[in-house]
């Protein structure tokens, strides 16, 4: 990779955990003050949420994680033949545990340097790192604590670079964001780099619905987790249970929506913003998770700076893997 962004990531940990505190007091104040209601889905991954997470990606009704495991088991080898990675980074790469299939694969294919996971949820991703270093001693594993929305430094790294963006995390990002995100990337691409994404496709809104409300409310839990958070650490004081999830599929925005809906008249205090008043069933807008199909993929990494190589589908049309590399 070269021209790497300039600002830097992770810092020594009292100065970010300060700032990123003060960010987040700004984008709750930012988001509960606007109308309607918004709270980023940055926000859902403290500890709690990183492990309600993966409590998910365990769920019958969440296929994703799955349908990604299983394309990577299968594609991952003719992958790593053609892109000759020596580093992996990861965009959110959560507690990592996919992409032991792309480190076992470079290790295999004789070159495995270095592995770089990105992650905004800094306890979870020193866990994993921690984890990781155990598994994988030949493997040097430099966790970056950041925001991707933002400008961030990579360390010093021997290419070529597979960077790698799972889960169709991706999708969680807003197209203008989404596309800002990755031609953010693409700029910092050589062109003997890849980029690898997993999107997560169109298909039956009922199958899509029951991905989002799980039967063992795990998801809601989730959601809820982040007024649990706030509650945690910003002292507010959210009645939790006076709060509902709610996630429905869009069929003409291609995209699961999900909210916080008040079931009655709700004020609360968060001190270093102020009150916020509810009213009866509105709602708080907590994510957003587009759905593609290849169209929508391709436009999205063109727009990006990027071209698409490859496209591998699931044969159930569940899910995808796109490969890409700079256009430049
Ligand atoms: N890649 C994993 C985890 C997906 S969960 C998987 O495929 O299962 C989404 C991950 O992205 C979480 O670990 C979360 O902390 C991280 N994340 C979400 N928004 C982020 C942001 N703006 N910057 C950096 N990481 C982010
Ligand atoms: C991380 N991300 C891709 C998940 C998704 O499916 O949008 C987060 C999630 N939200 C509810 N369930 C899972």
């Known amino acids: 990779m070269t021209?790497?962004?300039?600002?830097?990531?992770?810092?020594?940990?009292?100065y970010t955990v300060r700032r990123s505190r003060q960010q987040?007091?700004?984008?709750?104040?930012?988001?509960?003050?606007?109308?309607?209601?918004?709270?980023?889905?940055k926000y859902f991954y403290d500890e709690r949420g990183s492990e309600l997470f993966e409590e998910i990606t365990q769920l019958p009704e969440y296929y994703l994680t799955r349908a990604e495991r299983a394309l990577l088991e299968t594609l991952i080898g003719d992958i790593v033949r053609s892109a000759k990675p020596c580093t992996l980074v990861e965009l959110g790469a959560g507690s990592a545990t996919k992409t032991r299939i792309i480190l076992d694969a470079m290790r295999a294919q004789g070159c495995a340097e270095s592995y770089v996971p990105i992650d905004v949820s800094r306890d979870f991703l020193e866990a994993t790192a921690l984890q990781l270093r155990a598994e994988y001693s030949d493997i040097r594993i430099v966790p970056v604590v950041?925001?991707?929305?933002?400008?961030?430094?990579?360390?010093?790294?021997?290419?070529?670079?597979?960077?790698?963006?799972?889960?169709?995390?991706?999708?969680?990002?807003?197209?203008?964001?989404?596309?800002?995100?990755?031609?953010?990337?693409?700029?910092?691409?050589?062109?003997?780099d890849r980029f690898l994404l997993g999107a997560d496709l169109r298909k039956d809104p009922e199958v899509i619905h029951?991905?989002?409300?799980?039967?063992?409310?795990?998801?809601?839990a989730f959601n809820l987790n982040i007024l649990e958070r706030l509650n945690r650490e910003l002292n507010a004081d959210f009645p939790i249970d006076a709060f509902e999830h709610q996630a429905s599929y869009s069929t003409g925005h291609h995209r699961v929506e999900m909210h916080l809906v008040a079931r009655r008249p709700?004020?609360?205090?968060?001190?270093?913003?102020?009150?916020?008043?509810?009213?009866?069933?509105?709602?708080?807008?907590?994510?957003?998770?587009?759905?593609?199909?290849?169209?929508?993929?391709e436009d999205l990494v063109g727009q990006a700076g990027l071209k698409m190589e490859?496209?591998?589908?699931?044969?159930d049309g569940s899910f995808a893997l796109a490969l890409a590399r700079s256009d430049s």
């Open 3 to 14: 021209d790497r962004p300039a600002d830097v990531a992770g810092g020594t940990p009292p």
């Open 24 to 41: 987040m007091v700004r984008d709750v104040r930012r988001g509960l003050m606007s109308n309607p209601k918004e709270l980023s889905p």
């Open 146 to 192: 950041s925001d991707i929305t933002e400008s961030f430094t990579l360390p010093e790294m021997s290419g070529p670079v597979l960077v790698v963006f799972l889960g169709s995390t991706i999708g969680n990002f807003p197209r203008e964001a989404a596309i800002r995100l990755l031609a953010h990337l693409a700029r910092s691409m050589s062109p003997a």
């Open 210 to 220: 029951r991905a989002y409300n799980d039967s063992r409310g795990v998801t809601a």
């Open 266 to 297: 709700v004020r609360v205090m968060i001190p270093e913003i102020g009150e916020i008043s509810f009213s009866e069933g509105e709602s708080v807008r907590t994510e957003l998770s587009y759905k593609y199909d290849r169209a929508a993929i």
């Open 310 to 315: 490859t496209w591998m589908p699931a044969e």
